[in-house]
């Protein structure tokens, strides 16, 4: 079971319950620093940095940048016919896992002798248009890849889609169509929308060509999807349409220069190295590696800074470059392209077409297969040794990939999205985050109350929950939450050390010793946060909560689960956790 920060913040005019939770270890993300001004290859000199722009200017000029979401694109059915397509892959999708799973579908298609679309639910201005694709253009049909975000809601993208769904009633007869759905099972609306899409379609009267896939982020969601195309999707498609695969597959993107020769690779740099906690059975370490010029070396790239142009070869694709273009090798691996992520199976299997060596070539194929041994395999050399791909073209000097080739295979570094766990009121200029394993920079909890304090503002009562493996090597803030608590900004104080003695005790065991006072806060309007782990610490605290309401509420389990439902509509449960 992981630890817990819980905090009780009862106001005059309201009562605020919020519960953060922190397991140091658990939540793994990283931090892309940039070099410090003069450091040798942390920019474009000046010079490189004005052809760059004046190459862009001149593509802008002379009309080659086109706007994606013009009307005439907006029309998909239109484009469809227009650009000769039979297969629409939508999707809606938050950090770009289900737009990167459509692409892929499309390119694929071509395999098929069909020829695919990816489609972003949000360039669609009038989704009726999805019922001319049942008779207008022969063969079709459409794919949605949706993930779902939050609790059980569409993505950002997703929003017009899913209002439209829920109103229209129009007929979609003659409209076959695939849902391949993407979420974490650690949360209780699990796929809510790819389900909801599934079935709503089939309401409408749309033909299901095959089952809804299941992609779960919590276990490995690229397995899913290779799964569900390989022996679901595919064998679908081909048995409706009576097709077979003719194997072809081709590029989407070219670069203008090829690829120099390839160099002996060297050791990267260690920047940094230091200890992040303080016991001596762990050591959580945080490192800094050069790994863009170690990826160059490795794709025979003698000029990082050399300006580049990649330029999709199909003109009727809405997607003209998979980044901003003209750039830099340098700019691309540091800034666009995600090189230090776990590559998936998809890219082994890319990567073994490029071996020159047969042992390694089938190790690829092996690695990248769906029997059980590949999966393991897959599971050992993979997730469990934490390669990247840089550490992969390492391992396997044989592969010798084309740089353009790479760059179209590799996903889009992704926006990272923290929790700002600083006051504005007490921090006007600057906005502090939590990153475990990277530096812990900020105090928990809310620190407008702090601040309100320090301007003599009445303040109701605040209780906080800590939990955590050792008090001595893992209370991190522990100077803060102190101070806290002999200013008077947090009234209670209960902490939960799991492994400072024989029995373990846990967050969820505090809170339940303080269940009457608990309730006697939630009548008044209290509010509960909760942040951290979502797979054990969350769903402990939630259920602790039911039996506290319902003890002491008197009430059933059945109404106790509605009266801590109906507070997360109000907005006086959030939960902000993690698997």
């Known amino acids: 079971m992981g630890s817990f920060w819980g905090k009780i913040d009862l106001e005059l005019s309201s009562t605020n319950i919020i519960i953060f939770s922190s397991v140091v270890g658990i939540a793994v993300c990283y931090l892309v620093f940039r070099k410090k001004d003069g450091s040798n290859g942390s920019s474009i000199s000046q010079s490189d940095l004005d052809k760059l722009l004046q190459q862009r200017q001149a593509s802008s000029n002379s009309g080659t940048s086109r706007r994606i979401s013009s009307s005439q694109d907006a029309n998909f059915v239109e484009k469809m016919k227009r650009t000769n397509k039979n297969v629409v892959f939508f999707y809606g999708s938050q950090t770009g896992t289900a737009e990167e799973f459509a692409t892929r579908l499309a390119k694929s298609a071509q395999?098929?002798?069909?020829?695919?679309?990816?489609?972003?639910?949000?360039?669609?201005?009038?989704?009726?248009?999805?019922?001319?694709?049942?008779g207008g253009i022969e063969r079709s049909f459409a794919v949605f890849c949706m993930a779902t975000y939050g609790e059980g809601e569409p993505t950002d993208n997703a929003v017009q889609f899913n209002e439209w769904l829920k109103q229209t009633d129009m007929s979609l007869a003659g409209l076959k169509y695939c849902v391949f759905a993407l979420g974490n099972r650690t949360y209780e609306h699990f796929n809510a929308m790819g389900i909801f899409v599934d079935k709503r379609l089939e309401v409408l009267g749309a033909e299901r060509l095959c089952?809804?896939?299941?992609?779960?982020?919590?276990?490995?969601?690229?397995?899913?999807?290779?799964?569900?195309?390989?022996?679901?999707?595919?064998?679908?498609?081909?048995?409706?349409?009576?097709?077979?695969?003719?194997?072809?597959?081709?590029?989407?993107?070219?670069?203008?220069?090829?690829p120099f020769d390839s160099k002996n690779?060297?050791?990267?740099?260690?920047?940094?190295?230091r200890k992040l906690n303080r016991d001596d059975d762990r050591y959580f370490m945080h490192i800094e590696l050069d790994m863009t010029e170690r990826l160059c070396e490795l794709l025979g790239i003698d000029d990082l800074d050399e300006i580049i142009n990649l330029e999709n070869v199909d003109p009727d694709d809405a997607k003209r470059y998979p980044f901003p273009c003209p750039t830099t090798y340098r700019v691309a691996f540091s800034h666009y392209l995600d090189i230090t992520s776990q590559p998936t199976t998809h890219l082994c299997r890319e990567l073994a077409e490029y071996a020159t060596n047969e042992e390694q070539k089938q190790f690829l194929l092996s690695l990248s297969s769906n029997t059980p041994e590949?999966?393991?395999?897959?599971?050992?050399?993979?997730?469990?040794?934490?390669?990247?791909?840089?550490?992969?073209?390492?391992?396997?000097?044989?592969?010798?990939?084309?740089?353009?080739?790479?760059?179209?295979?590799?996903?889009?570094?992704?926006?990272?999205?923290?929790?700002?766990?600083?006051?504005?009121?007490?921090?006007?200029?600057?906005?502090?985050?939590?990153?475990?394993?990277?530096?812990?920079?900020?105090?928990?909890?809310?620190?407008?109350?702090?601040?309100?304090?320090?301007?003599?503002?009445?303040?109701?009562?605040?209780?906080?929950?800590?939990?955590?493996?050792?008090?001595?090597?893992?209370?991190?803030?522990?100077?803060?939450?102190?101070k806290w608590v002999e200013q008077g900004v947090v009234t209670h104080l209960y902490t939960a050390f799991s492994r400072d003695q024989q029995n373990k005790v846990y967050v969820q065991h505090r809170l339940a010793e303080n269940g009457e006072s608990t309730w006697e806060l939630l009548q008044k309007g209290a509010h509960v946060y909760v942040c951290g782990d979502a797979k054990n610490m969350a769903r402990d605290v939630y259920a602790c909560l039911e039996k506290i309401i319902a003890q002491f509420g008197g009430m059933s389990a059945q109404e106790a689960t509605g009266y801590l439902k109906n507070m997360s509509v109000k907005g006086r449960y959030s939960a902000d956790v993690w698997s």
């Not at 992609?215 to 999807?225: L, M, S, W």
């Not at 679901?232 to 194997?247: A, Y």
């Not at 690779?265 to 190295?273: D, K, R």
Request: with cysteine.
């Open 265 to 273: 690779p060297f050791l990267a740099t260690l920047t940094t190295e």
């Open 374 to 482: 590949g999966k393991e395999l897959y599971k050992k050399w993979i997730k469990t040794e934490n390669r990247t791909v840089v550490e992969v073209l390492e391992s396997l000097d044989s592969v010798k990939i084309a740089a353009d080739h790479l760059c179209e295979l590799l996903p889009r570094l992704q926006v990272r999205y923290y929790s700002i766990s600083s006051s504005a009121k007490l921090y006007p200029t600057s906005v502090h985050i939590t990153a475990v394993l990277v530096d812990y920079e900020t105090p928990l909890g809310r620190q407008e109350k702090e601040w309100q304090k320090e301007q003599g503002k009445p303040l109701g009562e605040v209780v906080l929950y800590y939990g955590c493996r050792r008090q001595d090597s893992d209370f991190i803030y522990r100077d803060e939450v102190e």
């Open 211 to 258: 089952d809804c896939g299941m992609g779960d982020d919590d276990q490995n969601i690229e397995d899913d999807f290779v799964q569900w195309q390989d022996s679901l999707f595919w064998p679908s498609v081909c048995k409706h349409f009576d097709i077979e695969s003719t194997g072809e597959f081709a590029s989407s993107f070219e670069r203008q220069r090829p």
């Open 111 to 134: 395999k098929y002798g069909m020829k695919g679309i990816a489609c972003d639910t949000e360039n669609v201005d009038d989704w009726d248009v999805l019922a001319e694709l049942c």
